[in-house]
Structures are given as C-alpha cells and as structure tokens.
C-alpha cells in the first residue's frame, strides 16, 4: 500500500509524496502552474528546454550527463503540459531508489539538488541565459509546433479548440505559437524566467521509498534559494455554461487522403468539481470512451461510417471533444450518427453489458494508475491544478455506484457547441 502526503514546503510551493516500496526507481518532478496565456505560452514552454543545456555547475549537456551517470543512470527531462486553463512547465526526473543502492549510499537528496540546479542554478552568459542555448531551443520549439499538422487527427482536435474556445484561455496551444517564439530574445526570455519563479505556484512530487518527512527535508534544502513570495498564482479555469445559439462550423481543405471531423460540445457547466462528475465520466466513456462505447461499436464498427471515432472529456473545462476519420462524402451522415448515438446515451438506451464495460474499464485505469509512477504523477497534477485530493482508488469507489439514469442526466446537459472539419482540396 502507498502512502500519498501533500504539504507545503514555502508559501505557494507544495510536496506531493507517495511513499511506496513497489518500485525499483524514484519519480521526482517539479513543475511551474502559471495561467495559460498567449502572450506567455511560448517563453514559458521555452524555459525548461534552455534551463536543461547547462548550469552554473555543469555549464553543458556533457557535464550533466556526467552528473547524472553518477546518480546510477539517473533522468532528468523538461515537460509543458496543459491542465485546464494551466500551462504546466518543468521536469521529470527518475533515479534508482536508495533501497536499491549498491553502497547504501543516499540518492534522493544529490538528486532533489541536482533537479533544483537544473531549475534555479541556469547557466548564463552577461548575466542572462546563453544566446547559443536560446537559439537552438527556439528552433527546436519552432519546430515542434509547425510540426503538429503531421498528425492530422491530433491537429484537427487542436484546431476544434481553438475555434471553440477563441476567447478563452483553453484555446491557447500548450507550446504558444511561431511568432511569439521568433521574438523571444535571451533578455525578454530571462525576465519572463524570473517572472515565473516568482509569481508561479510550485508543485513538486515524489514517489519513492523514502519516507515523506525525509523528502519535504531534502526538497526544502534543494528549493532554498526559490524566490519567497506569499502570493503565488495559484491554477484558475473559467468555465462557459452553455453552447451558443447554433453551433460554429469550421472548416479547412488539406492535401489528405481521410478527412477529420472533430465536435467540441459544452458540458452545461459540469466539471470535476461537482459532485455528479462520474456520471458524466462514465457518460462520455458509454458514448466514445471505450471499444465497448456507442460511437466505436456502431458509427466504427457496425455502420463503417469512420475509421475512428473516440469521445474524450475535458473535466476542468467543461468539454466533450469527438474525433473522428472519415471519407470526404460521410461528413453528414458520420455527423448526424454521430449526434444520434449522443441522443441514445440522453434517453437512457445503454445496454448493461454497455454501462457495466464503460463502467469495469474506467474502474480499472484508475486502478492501474497505481502500477505505474508516470501515471501517477499525472493524475496527481491533474488533481492539484484542479485544486482536488480525490485518489485514484477515491474515484473508481464513486463510479461504482453511478446508475442508469444519472448518465442519461448528465449525458442530457451536453450541447454540441462546435463543428471542425478538414478536408481534401479536391471537394
């Protein structure tokens, strides 16, 4: 059995500690929640990626190396996430856990220092970050973002959201935008940095065998020379009600073979903060969340209208997102049974063998999140930018118990808000 503490270490910094002897390495990360916004988003992304060059002690990706080989091989990589309307920057790390060390000598506490080095220690060049380092990162983010309209069924959902929400923060891509990346300069990205250090809520998270008070200790220590403030922003999501009066339909030509078409729909303002929110978790898995659901089962499957189609929620936000492949001339009939099998889960035409499924397979995700520590750091800062200490294992007890009726009620709060569709240039 794990043990999972949460505690604040400074004002505005918290320490999420598992303590578990179930695996062989520690998972540590820190990460940044700052409010996601246009004009931030890029730097913000950019920062863990210039920060993981080089620091004021081991001044290249060598050096680093070279420290981390002396931690058994140890991790350490940077990450932008988005939770909500939160833009997630910092780093994962993975070191052997001390129980496994050959010495018996410590990890945690050279590791939780050489992670806070990478963090607050930057390597600097006339008193701001590197221009080579800065050079070099913002190509490779340039390149990423450009890079999204690759994967066509990832860039048809990002581009639903941005149409759905094109004056809410939720519509901001998690890597900002080319422009803003240009005019990133090694100053403005240096200012940007000591912004964030000091007005951005600070999440840390450990699992590991260590025990938690020994972890806050040596976090403590690692984050000492972090920047004090006692109002640091904390996560916040602005949730919209309802759709409008008629849906927006988007579309865009493309040189593809299979056209994407994406629905964003408003949950009636239900989120992971009210207390039916696994009926509508379990609503959206019978209706697209599963192999077992309506939309895999019968407009896939049965009817062969799509190559795909999956449902995925949004529980900060208030969103069900549906994506789907389709060919060209199935836009209307792939739509239209796609918003019928929606009305289905509204009347309560759920199967048991439906519900239970939907039901064993949400139950059981939950569950394996325990058995893997990556996941586990997910769900838990999904947890925190959500404000919430619900467990796994919380969760999968509160969808045991989720009838019939109150999916088709939570289902019944849903409206389609948006339409994307990409398709060939030759329609």
Not at 12 to 29: C, E, I, P
């Amino acid at each position: 059995m794990s043990q999972v503490t949460h505690r604040e270490l400074f004002p505005g910094v918290w320490l999420r500690a598992v303590h578990t002897n179930k695996f062989k390495s520690s998972y540590l990360s820190i990460t940044l929640l700052a409010p996601l916004d246009k004009k931030t988003a890029g730097a913000n992304a950019l920062i863990p990626e210039v920060l993981r060059r080089g620091t004021a002690i081991h001044p290249d990706m060598e050096s680093m190396s070279a420290a981390l080989d002396e931690l058994y091989g140890g991790a350490i990589e940077p990450m932008v996430r988005k939770r909500g309307e939160t833009q997630c920057v910092g780093f994962i790390a993975s070191f052997l856990d001390d129980a496994y060390a050959m010495k018996g000598e410590k990890i945690l506490e050279p590791a939780a220092g050489l992670l806070c080095e990478v963090l607050l220690k930057p390597y600097t060049e006339k008193e701001v970050f590197s221009a080579g380092y800065v050079s070099g990162e913002k190509a490779n983010l340039i390149d990423r973002i450009r890079a999204q309209i690759n994967d066509k069924r990832t860039y048809a959902t990002q581009r639903l959201t941005q149409e759905m929400c094109k004056y809410e923060a939720f519509g901001v891509d998690k890597l900002g935008d080319e422009e803003s990346v240009s005019a990133i300069t090694p100053e403005s990205l240096w200012q940007r940095y000591q912004e964030l250090l000091a007005t951005a809520q600070v999440e840390v998270y450990y699992c590991g065998s260590a025990e938690p008070d020994r972890v806050a200790g040596a976090l403590k220590q690692a984050l000492d020379k972090l920047p004090v403030n006692q109002d640091r922003t904390g996560p916040d999501c602005d949730v919209r009600v309802s759709a409008g009066p008629e849906p927006i339909v988007a579309e865009e030509c493309m040189d593809v073979s299979q056209g994407k078409l994406a629905l964003g729909f408003r949950t009636g303002g239900l989120t992971c903060w009210e207390t039916d929110y696994p009926a509508l978790y379990l609503a959206v898995a019978v209706f697209g969340g599963t192999t077992l659901s309506k939309l895999f089962m019968n407009v896939r499957e049965k009817l062969s209208l799509c190559y795909y189609a999956s449902a995925t929620l949004e529980k900060m936000k208030g969103l069900v997102l549906v994506s789907s492949g389709i060919e060209f001339d199935k836009y209307q009939t792939a739509k239209d049974e796609i918003l019928a099998q929606l009305e289905a889960v509204k009347r309560g035409e759920i199967e048991d063998w439906e519900l239970e499924g939907s039901r064993r397979t949400l139950i059981g995700a939950c569950m394996s999140t325990l058995d893997e520590q990556g996941r586990q750091e997910e769900f838990w800062l999904g947890q925190t930018a959500a404000g919430l200490e619900e467990s796994p294992e919380e969760l999968a007890a509160r969808l045991e118990g989720v009838t019939r009726e109150q999916v088709a009620a939570a289902a019944r709060k849903l409206e389609l808000d948006t339409v994307y569709f990409l398709k060939g240039k030759e329609v």
